[in-house]
């Protein structure tokens, strides 16, 4: 198989008027799984839809393998599509179902009966062939789905929120096995979803999408350990979210009060930033116990026991109230609201995101909201 690319240069899309989506640049490469995370209405669906060719971008290029997809309608592109409610029909079997598009592109019998049998064994349904799609579970009917879309050997899936509909646990099963997928296949999938665990869970790489645009790209370690907006990171896991003001190279002041050290930034003394710590980073130490560190000390609010982890709310004059995130374990933290502690945690740990508003040179956010 030769080289898989995907790429878009200055796509936009508007719909009366209204432009909904904006990517200067995206380039999706072979073998890779590459999500569109964003909250609704963002532009998702849309990105997806361009892609498949269902829609036809208001200017720029979608390129698929080196060639521009203007003149290639949406079933010459090669591509397979699992959308959430990309219905089956349901008076067929699983395998005719599954064996449709084949006949679509008139295959002969034996080799359409061949791929079916294949597709059906990679997505597990190989003993339901026979049976009427209207009779699966929701899983079931998504995997059929799924095997629709990859029975003809597409070069790339796109797949809009494929397990929406579904309850946590088999969400979670079928977020494996669409990894397992992924891996044997080796074929480039771009997934869209707004849950932002499975995005974590699937992808080599994710593109955060807000009002149209990406406002970040890359591994999703990367994303969540050095998020470039408060947007990114809120909406990549949870935070304690601090409003401050810089008071100096390397130290912020909170509105309620407390001065604290921040890692150093290019933003000047007097500009307003939010400070981001991440509930895991925190660390707790009970009254008496020394941890040089930087951070507080205060008083155990709330309790939250979830199994794995415990979460304890910390309230601090001066600062608020702190989320800690402690896992459990043997040796782990343990305390009752009431208990007097000690919050502490790395420098590195504190996250400075200028306020968009402020004067501040490095923030780009404030220059592509003034472009817009
Ligand atoms: N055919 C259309 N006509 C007019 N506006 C549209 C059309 N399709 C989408 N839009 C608008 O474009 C914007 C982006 O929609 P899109 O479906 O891409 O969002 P999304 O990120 O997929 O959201 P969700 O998570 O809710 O599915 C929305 O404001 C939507 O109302
Ligand atoms: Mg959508």
Do not use: C
């Amino acid at each position: 198989m030769s080289e898989f690319s995907l790429s878009m240069r200055e796509v936009s899309k508007e719909y009366g008027g209204l432009r909904v989506l904006d990517v200067p640049e995206l380039d999706v490469r072979q073998g890779e799984f590459f999500s569109l995370l964003g909250p609704s209405g963002s532009g998702k669906t849309t990105g997806l839809r361009l892609v498949a060719g269902f829609e036809a971008p208001t200017a720029g290029r979608v390129i698929i393998n080196g060639r521009d997809m203007a003149r290639v309608s949406a079933d010459k592109r090669n591509i397979g599509v699992v959308f959430q409610n990309y219905a089956l029909f349901p008076h067929m079997t699983v395998a005719e179902n599954v064996a449709f598009p084949l006949q679509m592109r008139s295959l002969s019998g034996q080799d359409i009966e061949r791929r079916v049998a294949e597709a059906l064994e990679q997505v597990d349904l190989g003993p339901f062939r026979d049976r009427n799609a209207a009779t699966l579970s929701g899983g079931q009917q998504q995997r059929v789905a799924i095997a629709r879309a990859i029975v003809y050997e597409p070069d790339l899936l796109l797949m809009d929120e494929p397990l929406g509909a579904l309850d946590r646990r088999l969400r979670a099963r079928l977020q494996g096995e669409l990894r397992g997928l992924h891996h044997r296949l080796g074929v480039s999938i771009v997934y869209v979803t707004h849950d932002q665990d499975e995005a974590m869970a699937l992808s080599d790489r994710v593109a955060i999408m807000n009002g149209g645009r990406i406002v970040q790209q890359g591994a999703p370690k990367e994303l969540y350990d050095t998020p470039a907006s408060l947007f990114v990171s809120n909406f990549l896991g949870d935070n304690n979210a601090l409003p401050a003001a810089i008071t100096g190279p390397g130290s912020a002041r909170l509105e309620a009060g407390a001065t604290m050290p921040v890692p150093r930034t290019g933003a000047s003394a007097g500009a307003a930033a939010d400070l981001t710590i991440r509930p895991e980073r925190l660390r707790l130490t009970a009254d008496g116990v020394r941890d040089d560190g930087p951070g507080f000390d205060g008083v155990i609010a709330d309790v939250v026991a979830l199994g794995a982890m415990t979460q304890y709310s910390v309230r601090i004059d001066g600062v608020g109230t702190l989320w800690a995130s402690v896992q459990n374990s043997a040796h782990a933290f343990s305390g009752v609201p009431g208990d007097r502690v000690g919050v502490r945690w790395e420098l590195d740990d504190v996250h400075v995101f200028p306020r968009p508003d402020s004067p501040s040179p490095a923030d780009e956010t404030a220059k592509a909201t003034a472009d817009a």
